[in-house]
């Protein structure tokens, strides 16, 4: 059997042979194809279309070509592996694939020219380069893939080539292709089209399948980050991940790239020189853009450079600037001759600390009032930590001061400043943020690229409504300038701003009553497109910003209407009523009620505004206009008061964050809020029923410094607060120490000086922040009683005169006087006593004291004495001696 089929075997190979020997010189070549691809009439129909279809022998029967020169022979087969490939690919045979036969028949196209085995024409056209891949066993494979699926290959990146498959997100290639927008991808995709070989439908082009299989931003990337808060680094890692790149340790032997924040880092990490040490804005911008930037336009060394440079030009004025420099500083440095890398490291550092040495070395707590107030360093000369200006410069000259100005210039002064810093605001988040946005969506609707961050319609929600109060502003910025340079008492500012209340009616209510929908936009595209987050991060890092995010600036014209109404009523409080601008004011007022009356409140209610009503329900006594629609709870803090301006040193007080001021009220007492049975008519309270007493509401506009006291062995948690009321006009220092251990000392205050900024329309809140030790603010926490000893003692010297009263038979009723003397025994005559007195002089039966009447037979021995001494318990407070006082606090 086995020769019979043996023979036929070679019989068949005969004739086969003498069929393409015949056909030598003919114009029908012979088309095989195995058993799988003629079961398709599709296929098969194809095939007839190259030449005369046969079934495929076996590979050992497999005829010879004897001629080049004749005309070719096809193998159609199925998959592209096993003998009968490899003996076909080597006698020099077309072979194709079905899904190229059906391709080649649907497009009328003869089959290529050249000996390839061609698969499918999924990647015609495409002219490929390789960067990035080190195993050459991998590189082979991809590129046979390629070869099948009709690609081309090119070594080095030239005009021809389309399409770059890289490994990782780096090296010249990829910038190379980046540069000039050629498609980077991964070696998925040509596995991906591989998987789809036998669809003819299948285009390696397509966009769709270019989009899913594009090389991720950090592919291949291992990233350290350096400097950034803990829920950020969480955030950028979370992002890393989803973008191809893997978080490591600093010390990481394959680590790539280090991010720094360069806000938060003034010396670069000590790492291997192979890793690039990047700012935060390379991160975000590759985001953005959707691959990985150059990292030598944002390498960090240049930033320390730059800095360092700036900061040497600065320093030589910066005793010139700061009132007093010169005598709290050391010598040379002050005259910037000693610009050594070491002096250059310390102003990098005061810089970042947004503070200077000599506010450090200052020892009256006095002087440090009047000069953190006075001399505007830090609040108004202060350069970001790139040299640039901050936007808000102060429109008051450093050569003005405001002793000499009356109080109600001095008030006006203020409404200009902040006037000033919310057009500086408005300007940032036209120029910064709508503008740029806008010019991606425009050049998508010329060139027809999907390049555009948000469309037109997203645009027009976020900021459609801001533009008409913009406008507003500046026009009203130039009026106040304009009073500034030319101004009198009999200046009418109240007429300034009414003529100016008929466009705040139209600009501002579209705006305030549909922020909601603003903000939910916002928070939407945030939330839903990457390269959008990745804009406002990079927009959030700059100078400009003071590192708020967008929601930050846009709600600043929600606040900006009653800000403007409270410098006005100050204004008007410092205007004398025989001046003509008191009734202007008035009319100005009014019309600024007007205009917040035309706001939607419901619209703009905050969780924040909830709690405010909770809150306002706790204190007692607390003024009815804490509640309000512009104003939203923040945080909330419990601290020991340290000076006696408030309430009194060592009262435990509770602090109120709201976004524009703060309410300070006294915790009482757990004792006074205890319930106390009666004689059946239900209960008694002791005190009232609310936890808290108001004691101050703290506008923060009156706010004009926060003073971090540094740790010490004595002082923990310790901060002051700088004030200086509009009315009063006179500094006041309040010191505080905070109690609450879930408050983060750093965070709170940081959180209080943000919204001083918004108060005020700032951008740099960190500004209003200084550095101090304690004895240079005279705080001394070393007498301070904390102890529960402590606190029951004061308690009981508070609460004894109470009690007395209470018990005072001048005031007790008679029933319970009659009550009270069934009990007592009497000694001696009362009648010349007070009642005071003669409850001194009284001992209850109960309360006999067994070593006072040890010795003694009776009374007598009392009596004898001539002097009757009551027991302890109602025998009259005296103080102590300081000898005692000094003990329990031992104690």
Known sequence: MDELSKGMTQTGSAATTDKIQENDGSSNPVVYVNGSCLECERVRAACERLGIVEVAPEPDALPTLLQPTAPPCYL????????????????????????????????????PANARPLYSLAMRGAVICFSGFRKKDELTYLITLIHYMGGSIRKDMSSKVTHLIAAAATGEKYRYASGFGLPVLARSWVDACWERRDDPACLATDDVIIKEHKLKVFAGARVCFVGFPEDETQHMGEVLASNGGAVCPLDDPDCTHVVVDEHNTVVAPECSSRVHVVKAEWFWASVQNEEAQDEGDFLFKDYLEEMSRRSSVGGAGAGVATPGA????????????????????????????????????????????????????????????????ILEESEVSDNVVRKLMSPRQQVFMELLQTESNYVGILHTIVTMFKQPLEEMAEEDNSNGKNQALLNNTELKIIF???????????????????????????????????????????????????????????????????????????????????????????????????????????????????????????????????????????KRKTEGQLQMFDIYNEIDQCPAHLVSSH??????????????ELSGRGDHLVLFLFTDTMEVCKKRSKAFNSKSPTNGTGTMRIGSSKPYRHISLMPLSTVKRVVDIREAEDCHNVFALMC??????????????????????????RQLCRQMANTVCKADADKFLACLESHQMDIDTSDLALSTLSKVSKFAARTRIKVGRALSFNKT??????????????????????????????????????NEMGGCSGGAAGASGGVLVAPLSVQPTRKAAPGAAHALRRF
């Not at 009032?369 to 505007?376: F, H, I, Q, W």
């Not at 009198?488 to 500012?493: Q, T």
Request: aromatic share 6%; with cysteine.
């Open 76 to 111: 159609v087969t199925s998959p592209f592996e096993g003998e009968l490939f490899d003996t076909a690919h080597r006698a020099k045979y077309r072979v194709l694939g079905p899904t190229a036969v059906l391709q080649l028949a649907e497009r009328d196209e003869p089959p």
């Open 326 to 389: 010169a005598g709290a500083a050391g010598g040379g440095e002050e005259a910037g001759g000693a610009c050594t890398p070491a002096h250059l490291q310390r102003l990098r550092k005061r810089k970042l600390r947004g503070g200077d040495s000599a506010l450090h070395k200052r020892r009256s707590s006095v002087g440090d009032a009047v000069l953190l107030n006075l001399s505007r360093t830090l609040l108004d000369c202060t350069t970001s930590p790139d040299g640039k200006p």
């Open 464 to 602: 459609g409504n801001l533009p008409p109060i913009y406008e507003l502003h500046q026009r009203m910025l130039e009026e106040l300038r304009y009073t500034q340079a030319h101004w009198s008492e009999e200046k009418s500012i109240g007429q300034l701003v009414l003529q100016y209340t008929p466009d705040m009616v139209k600009a501002y209510p579209p705006f305030v009553n549909f922020f909601e929908n603003t903000k939910e936009m916002l928070q939407q595209c945030d939330r839903e497109n990457p390269r959008f987050h990745a804009f406002l991060k990079i927009c959030q890092t700059k100078p400009e910003c003071g590192r708020q995010s967008l929601q930050e600036l846009l709600i600043r014209p929600v606040q900006r209407l009653p800000s403007i109404s409270l410098l006005l009523d100050d204004i008007l409080k410092h205007t004398h009523k025989s001046n003509p601008d008191h009734a202007a004011l008035t009319k100005a007022l009014a019309g600024l009620r007007e205009v917040m009356s035309h706001i939607n409140e419901d």
């Open 631 to 644: 104003r939203s709870f923040v945080s909330r803090c419990e601290v020991v008061e340290l000076s006696k």
């Open 724 to 749: 200086r009321n509009n009315q009063e006009l006179k500094e006041k220092l309040y010191s505080f120490m905070i109690t609450d251990e879930t408050v983060d000392k750093s965070h709170f205050l």
């Open 813 to 850: 009723p008679s029933k319970l006087k009659r009550a009270m003397s069934s009990m007592i025994s009497p000694f001696g005559s009362t009648s010349n006593l007070t009642p005071a007195s003669q409850l001194a002089q009284m001992r209850l039966a109960s309360c006999n004291n067994i």
